[in-house]
């Protein structure tokens, strides 16, 4: 028995890590990532090598020593997850994501990564809201490069409704609402 533990203890992997704090939004490069030796089994379910992070934009906030997974970074499985946990009347769609330009946009860096939101517009004939997508999950705020203020979200929405967004934001000012948990200050 003590053989068999002894084994199990020797054997390790190389993991990739984040060499310092990331922040959310940030582009990841080689000089952001270190390796670290671990004994076997401890990285994350499908944790990520170097190749796979270079390039990728930070989901969340990562701070040093955290290993990668396919959820720590925008793309198709951390949209899915949003849109999975967050689908509403039971549709079942791919999600995707969506830059959005907010009608204030100096409101956007009161927004938060994981933030659930309806995406409102001002009905044209009234002025009174109208709610044009309901359960999308805030990815991040983008910068503009000048002011250094964030001008714009990206949502994950179920793919029928990133489609509506999208198309309405071009012609429309749009706004957004939390709705979720922040929102009810629920746990």
């Known amino acids: 028995m003590a053989a068999l533990a002894s084994a199990i203890s020797q054997k390790s992997e190389t993991v990739t890590v984040a060499a310092h704090d990331i922040i959310a939004g940030h582009k990841i490069t080689a000089a952001d990532l270190t390796t670290r030796t671990q004994p076997a089994g401890l990285a994350p379910e499908g944790h990520l090598d170097k190749d796979a992070i270079v390039g990728k934009i930070a989901a969340h906030g990562l701070t040093t020593g955290d290993t990668f997974s396919p959820l720590n970074v925008l793309g198709e499985d951390l949209t899915n997850t949003f849109v999975t946990i967050n689908t509403i009347n039971d549709r079942s769609e791919p999600g995707n994501m969506v830059p959005l330009p907010l009608a204030d946009p100096a409101l956007a860096p009161l927004l ?32 503009s490069t000048a002011g250094k203020n964030a001008t714009a979200v990206l949502i994950a929405l179920p793919e029928s409704d990133a489609r509506k967004v999208a198309a309405i934001s071009m012609y429309t000012p749009v706004a957004v609402v939390v709705t979720g948990a922040r929102a009810h200050n629920d746990p």
Do not use: F, K, L, Y
């Open 112 to 143: 938060q990564h994981g933030d659930v939101v309806s995406v409102v517009v001002a009905d044209e004939n009234t002025s009174e809201p109208r709610v044009i997508s309901a359960g999308g999950t805030i990815i991040s705020t983008t910068e």
